[in-house]
């Protein structure tokens, strides 16, 4: 059973950072793809940042690139968002994902499998 448990979240001023993790356990596939994804009050779930579980770039949405960075430990089996720099429109709850194939810059298109429960990021002004 595939499971992601992120933890990290919390409450930050603006021009501030945080560091997102995601324990990812049971994921046996040896390649595929990582993302982060974010959901704010009244929108609509967007991706963050994706990365390949092998070796391959990584991929940010427009919003975040220069600010957040994603990266992974495989021998820990933990997913990394760094973010920096963070605005008031960073509020949202962050979830990680994963799911088998390639494509990893296809943040929206391709579906991911697994989920997390999501930890929250509260960004003031």
């Known amino acids: 059973q595939v499971q992601l448990v992120e933890s990290g979240g919390g409450s930050v001023q603006a021009g501030g950072s945080l560091r997102l993790s995601c324990v990812v356990s049971?994921?046996?596939?040896?390649?595929?793809?990582l993302g982060w994804f974010r959901r704010a009050p009244e929108k609509e779930r967007e991706g963050v940042a994706t990365?390949?579980?092998?070796?391959?770039?990584?991929f940010y949405a427009d919003s975040v690139k220069g600010r957040f960075t994603i990266s992974r430990d495989n021998a820990n089996n933990t997913l990394y968002l760094q973010m920096n720099s963070l605005k008031a429109e960073d509020t949202a709850m962050y979830y990680c994902?994963?799911?088998?194939?390639?494509?990893?810059?296809?943040?929206?298109?391709?579906?991911?499998?697994?989920w997390g429960q999501g930890t929250q990021v509260t960004v003031s002004s």
């Open positions: 990365i390949y579980i092998g070796d391959g770039p990584t």
């Open positions: 049971g994921y046996t596939y040896s390649s595929g793809c």
């Open positions: 994902a994963a799911r088998s194939g390639y494509y990893c810059y296809e943040m929206a298109r391709l579906p991911y499998t697994y």
